[in-house]
Nanobody, 119 residues
Framework: QVQLVESGGGLVQPGGSLRLSCALSGIISSINAMGWYRQAPGKQRELVATISAGGSTNYADSVKGRFTISRENAKDAVYLQMNSLKPEDTAVYYC?????????????WGQGTRVTVSS
């Protein structure tokens, strides 16, 4: 029932910026938190940033000071502003949502959007 659609990925040069967007749709009782994760080739998926329903944020140490997660509740959307991008930021970025559907907590994932940082 929960659908997450991501956009904004692409190719960018080191030092550049991208903004990822994720829109949630579906019949949902509540959204407890949303976030962004990424998976680089040959590596496990890792947390990038999360934002709770109350607005609390959490960032991976590797992106602190460079990435900013934000939300737009009216649109059930979450964004990731990525600045000062580095080659090591190259990965598929996945939107995540922790929701309650029909009284059942669940975790949903988007399809992923690829970010490539290269000169």
């Amino acid at each position: 029932q929960v659908q997450l659609v991501e956009s904004g990925g692409g190719l960018v040069q080191p030092g550049g910026s991208l903004r990822l967007s994720c829109a949630l749709s579906g019949i949902i009782s509540s959204i407890n938190a949303m976030g962004w994760y990424r998976q680089a080739p040959g590596k496990q998926r890792e947390l990038v940033a999360t934002i709770s329903a109350g607005g609390s944020t959490n960032y991976a140490d590797s992106v602190k000071g460079r990435f900013t997660i934000s939300r737009e509740n009216a649109k059930d959307a979450v964004y990731l502003q990525m600045n000062s991008l580095k080659p090591e930021d190259t990965a598929v970025y996945y939107c995540n949502a922790r929701t309650v559907v029909a009284g059942i907590p669940s975790t949903s994932w988007g399809q992923g959007t690829r970010v490539t940082v290269s000169s």
